[in-house]
C-alpha cells in the first residue's frame, strides 16, 4: 500500500534536525522521512526500488536516489543529534550510571563496486566472507539500548576499527545525570591508547584482553593462564541485563600490567575442570572493592550490542540497501536503518520502563498499526468531505 502523508508524530520527532539538510529544492528532509517511516514499515526486501513503491507517486525511485547520493547532508552527525535527543528523552536510571558499549559486525555483499567491503572472518574457524565492517557504540541502562555513534570501516587504513572507537568515545557527550561512565568491550579493541583514553577521562572500563599483554615482571598473560591451577579458581554468579543468572569460575588478582599501571585481572571460564584455551581474560580499572560479580555482571551487558545488531538487520534490513561506487553513500545506506531504530525509540522509548524495555519488533508493530491507522483515518475524512459536498450540491 502506498502512503500519502508522512505520519504528523514522525514530522514533529524530526523537526529538530530539519535544518541539517542544506537543499530545498531537492526535498531532501521529506525523502529522508519518508526512507526511515518505510525502513520501518517493510516486511521484505528494503532496496530502493521496493521502499520507493510505499511512498507517493510524486516521489519516483531516481528522486530517493538523487537524495542518497546528494552531498549535502551528513548521516552520522543525523546520528549524533537524533541519539541526544533520544537520551534527553528516557527516563534515567536510578543510579546516574551509564554503559557504553562498542563492536563491529560485517553486512555480507556482492561484486566488485564496493569501496568499503574485504574479505574478513570473525575467528579462526569461522567462514571467510565478503563485507561491509561497521563499529557501533551503544549506551545502555536497564533495558534501554539506545546507539550513539556509528561508523563504517575503511579496510583501507590500518587500524580505522580503533581510531573510530576512540573518537567516538572522545566525540561522546554524557548527559546533565550521568554519575559515572563504564565502558564495556571485546579484545578487540583493547588498545594501549584507547585504555588510555577511558583513564583520562575518568571513566570506568572492563575489556577483553589479548593473551600477547605482559605484566610489568614480563609474565605473560598466556602464561598465567595456562599454570593458574584449578583450586585458585572460585565460583561467582553475575548477573545479565534481562535479570538471569550466570555462574562463572574466576581467579581474581590485582597487578600492574604494561601500559596500564595496576589494574584488576579476571581469569574467567565456564566451568572449573575448562582447559586454558576456554579461559577469557578481562582486565577493569575499577575500584577493588568493587565484587567479582559486578564486574562479571557488567562485562555481560557486551551483549547488548549484538541483540543491537540482530533488530538491525532482522528488522531494519541493515546491509540490504544496494548502494554501491562512493563510500559516502555506502555509509549512508548503513545509517539509514540506524537512524530508523532511534526515531523508534523516540517515538515510544519514554513509554517502556527501564525494567522491562521493549523489542524493535514491538515498537515496530506498534509504529505500522499507528501508520495505517492514521491513513485509513485521513482517507475515510476525505471521502466523507467529498460526500458532503455532493449532497449539498444535489
Not at 528494503?46 to 537524495?67: E, F
Amino acid at each position: 500500500m502506498r502512503l500519502s502523508r508522512i505520519p504528523q508524530r514522525v514530522s514533529h520527532a524530526l523537526a529538530a534536525v530539519a535544518s541539517a539538510f542544506s537543499c530545498p529544492q531537492g526535498q531532501h528532509f521529506r525523502v529522508f522521512c519518508w526512507l526511515l517511516v518505510t525502513l520501518i514499515l517493510s516486511e521484505g526486501g528494503a532496496t530502493l526500488k521496493a521502499l520507493s513503491r510505499r511512498m507517493p507517486r510524486s516521489l519516483a525511485y531516481w528522486t530517493v536516489l538523487r537524495m542518497l547520493r546528494s552531498g549535502y547532508w551528513d548521516a552520522a552527525f543525523l546520528v549524533d543529534e537524533v541519539s541526544v535527543a533520544v537520551l534527553a528523552t528516557l527516563p534515567p536510571p536510578a543510579d546516574g550510571v551509564i554503559h557504553l558499549t562498542g563492536d563491529s559486525t560485517v553486512t555480507e555483499r556482492t561484486g566488485e563496486q564496493q569501496p568499503l567491503a574485504r574479505k574478513t572472518r570473525t575467528n579462526e574457524y569461522a567462514p571467510y566472507v565478503f563485507g561491509q565492517a561497521l563499529v557501533v557504540v551503544i549506551a545502555q541502562w536497564g533495558h534501554y539500548r539506545v546507539p550513539v555513534r556509528a561508523a563504517v570501516v575503511d579496510p583501507k587504513l590500518k587500524g580505522h576499527q580503533n581510531l573510530l572507537f576512540r573518537q567516538m568515545l572522545q566525540d561522546f557527550v554524557p548527559p546533565a545525570w550521568v554519575k559515572a561512565v563504564i565502558v564495556e568491550a571485546d579484545a578487540a579493541f583493547a588498545a594501549k591508547a584507547t585504555l588510555k583514553l577511558i583513564t583520562e577521562q575518568g571513566w570506568g572500563y572492563v575489556f577483553g584482553l589479548a593473551r600477547t599483554w605482559k605484566l610489568a615482571d614480563g609474565t605473560h598473560l598466556r602464561d598465567l593462564a595456562r599454570h593458574t591451577t584449578h583450586a585458585c579458581y572460585q565460583r561467582y554468579v553475575a548477573h545479565k541485563p534481562d535479570g538471569r543468572r550466570k555462574c562463572y569460575w574466576v581467579f581474581r588478582r590485582t597487578a600492574r600490567v604494561r601500559h596500564l599501571g595496576y589494574v584488576t585481572i579476571l581469569l574467567s571460564k565456564r566451568r572449573r575442570n575448562d582447559g586454558p584455551q576456554r579461559i577469557k581474560l578481562l582486565v577493569t580499572n575499577l575500584a577493588e572493592a568493587t565484587t567479582t560479580g559486578t564486574i562479571l555482571s557488567h562485562y555481560s551487558r557486551r551483549w547488548g550490542v549484538e541483540v543491537v545488531f540482530k533488530e538491525l538487520k532482522s528488522g531494519l534490513h541493515l546491509g540490504q540497501m544496494q548502494v554501491t561506487k562512493e563510500p559516502r553513500r555506502v555509509e549512508r545506506g548503513l545509517l539509514l536503518p540506524i537512524l530508523a531504530y532511534l526515531l523508534l525509540l523516540r517515538l515510544y522509548g519514554r513509554e517502556f520502563s527501564a525494567e522491562y524495555g521493549a523489542s524493535i519488533w514491538q515498537l515496530k508493530r506498534r509504529f505500522t498499526e499507528e501508520v495505517y491507522q492514521e491513513h485509513y483515518d485521513r482517507s475515510e475524512h476525505r471521502w466523507r468531505k467529498k460526500l458532503d459536498q455532493y449532497r449539498a450540491a444535489a
